[in-house]
C-alpha cells in the first residue's frame, strides 16, 4: 500500500509541473496574442504584414525544430531552466495562433459607436485599450484558450517523452516522461494509473478553469451582431440548441472558426489584391515605380535561379536520389493520413446525425467526447507501442492508430 500512495503522490507531482508549464505558456501565449492581435485589427499596414505572416506559421510543423530549439536555448540558459524554457517556447508556439486569430476577430467585429464614445470621453490610447479593447477580445480568448490548451498537451507530452532520448536534455519532472518511463517498463497497472490522473487534471482543468473563466467573462460579450447570426441559424444549429442548453455556445464556436478559418485563408489575399489594385489607380507615380521595381526584383531573383540551377547540374544525380526518397515518404504519409480522415467521416457522420437527432442522452455524450479530445494521442503512444509489437506491419499500425486518435 505504502508503495502506491508514493507512486500517487509521485504522479500528482509530475502532472502539477506539466500542468505549471502549461499554464505558463498559456499566459504567454494570451499577452502576446492580445497585444498582436489588437495591433494587426486596428493598423492597416500591419494587418497585411501580420496575418499573413500568422498564417504561414501556424502551418509550420513546429515539433520539427523542436531539437534546434533545445540547442539554442539551452545554449543560453544550461541546465534545468534552459530544457523547462524550450518545452514552454515549443507549446506558446502551438497555442498562440489560435488565440491570436480569435483576439483579431474579435476586435474587428467592435460596432464603431464604441470608438466613438472613447473620442467623444476623450480615452487615451491606453485607456481605449484597457476600457474597450481587450474586455472585447475577453469571450474570444477563453473559447480559443480551451482549444489551443488541447493543442498544447499534444506538445508538451510529445516533447517531454522525445525529451527521455537524451539524458543531458531530460524533463525531470513531467507526466509525459513519468508515463514514458512506466509504459517501456513493463509497468502498465502503474501506467493506466497515470493516464487516470491525466485524465482527472484534463477534467479538472476544463470544469475549474475554462468553466470558471467563461463564466467570468460572459459579461463582456457584444451582443450587437451576435443577434443578427442568433435570428439566422440553420435547421440544423438549432436542432442541437433544442437538444442541449449547453450546445449554443459550442455551435456558435464552431460556426465562429469555421468563419475565422475562412477570413484568415481569404481576407490576406483580398487585402493583398485590393491593395495592389487602388496602388495600381490612385497610388500615384511613386507607388507604381514601386510596384514596377518589385517585379525587376522577381526576375532578377528567376535569372539567379537559372544560374544556380546551371551552375549545379553535376549535382542533380546526386541530389534526384534524395528527392525521390523524400517524395516517396510523403506520398505514403498523405496516403495514410487521407485513409484515416476517410475512416473518420465515415463514423463521425452517422454517430454525429445520432446524437442530434435520436439520441437522449446528447448532452452527456458530446460532454464525454469533449473530454476524450482533450487527451492527447500522444499520452497513449508508449502503450500503442508496445501493444502493436509483435503485430504485423507493425510500424504501420501504430502511426494509423495514432493519426485515428
Known sequence: MQPFLSFIVSIIVDTSFSWGRMLIALFLSVVISLFVGIFAATNKTAERIIIPIWDIFQTLPILAFFPFVIFVVVATLPGYIGINAAVI??????????????????VKTIPDEFFEIGRIFNLSPLERLRK???????????????????????????????????????VKYGIGVALTNLAFSG??????????VFIGFVIATRFLLFGYLKKRFQGY???????????????????????NPFSKSRSETVRRGVLSARERIAKPMVVIGVGAKHAKRAGGLAKRNIYDYRYLVYVAL????????????????????YEYTVLLAMAATLARIWLVFLIILAISIP???????????????????????????????????VSLKNAPFHNELVAFVVFFL
Open 132 to 170: 474597450i479593447l481587450i474586455p472585447a477580445s475577453m469571450t474570444k480568448v477563453i473559447e480559443q484558450s480551451a482549444l489551443s490548451w488541447s493543442i498544447g498537451l499534444f506538445y508538451l507530452v510529445t516533447s517531454e517523452i522525445f525529451s527521455t532520448g537524451n539524458a543531458a536534455y531530460t
Open 351 to 385: 454517430v454525429g446525425v445520432y446524437l442530434i437527432f435520436m439520441s437522449r442522452r446528447s448532452e452527456s455524450y458530446l460532454l464525454l467526447f469533449q473530454i476524450i479530445a482533450s487527451i492527447p494521442a500522444t499520452i497513449l503512444l508508449p502503450l500503442i507501442a
Open 302 to 321: 528567376l535569372f539567379f535561379a537559372i544560374y544556380l540551377v546551371y551552375t549545379h547540374l553535376y549535382l542533380v544525380p546526386t541530389y534526384a536520389g
Open 221 to 243: 460579450t457584444i451582443n450587437e451582431k451576435r443577434a443578427v447570426h442568433e435570428t439566422k441559424k440553420s435547421p440544423i444549429v438549432r436542432a442541437i440548441d433544442r437538444i
Open 89 to 106: 517556447f515549443l507549446i506558446v508556439t502551438s497555442m498562440i495562433w489560435n488565440i491570436t486569430f480569435g483576439v483579431y476577430e474579435a
Open 187 to 196: 509497468n502498465f497497472g502503474y501506467y493506466l494509473v497515470g493516464i487516470g
